[in-house]
């Protein structure tokens, strides 16, 4: 299986911007569509972004849409996320996973295979 390593999360105040970064090894990265969730405090993980091995198709929770962009480099081996216009209620522990589907946005949590350690968001008032 690949393994995944995020990074880059941390605080900002409301309306600031953060990029998460993930990180894959162990197997070869364009054999996978990747995809990032968060769980916030007492609640599901959720999904928020996700994009197609060669980054022809993404595809974003209504919540998230207009304010994220998800993409990554497959020659670094690495997927982003950058968030823009954060909101109190992004506040969450943000995953980067990996699902062997590489030409299919997947946003069903239950149909990833792989996940990194999580990230902690938080969004100040």
């Known amino acids: 299986q690949v393994q995944l390593a995020e990074s880059g999360g941390g605080l900002v105040q409301t309306g600031g911007s953060l990029e998460l970064s993930c990180t894959a090894s162990?197997?070869?990265?364009?054999?996978?569509?990747m995809g990032w969730f968060r769980q916030a405090p007492g609640k599901e993980r959720e999904f928020v972004a996700a994009?197609?091995?060669?980054?022809?198709?993404?595809y974003y929770a209504d919540s998230v849409k207009g304010r994220f962009t998800i993409s990554r480099d497959n020659a670094k081996n690495t997927v982003n996320l950058q968030m823009n216009s954060l909101k109190a209620e992004d506040t969450a522990v943000y995953y980067c996973e990996a699902t062997e589907s590489p030409n299919t946005v997947v946003t069903g949590k239950k149909l990833y295979h792989c996940w990194g350690q999580g990230n902690q968001v938080t969004i100040s008032p």
């Open positions: 162990g197997r070869t990265f364009t054999d996978y569509a």
């Open positions: 994009i197609t091995w060669g980054s022809s198709s993404t």
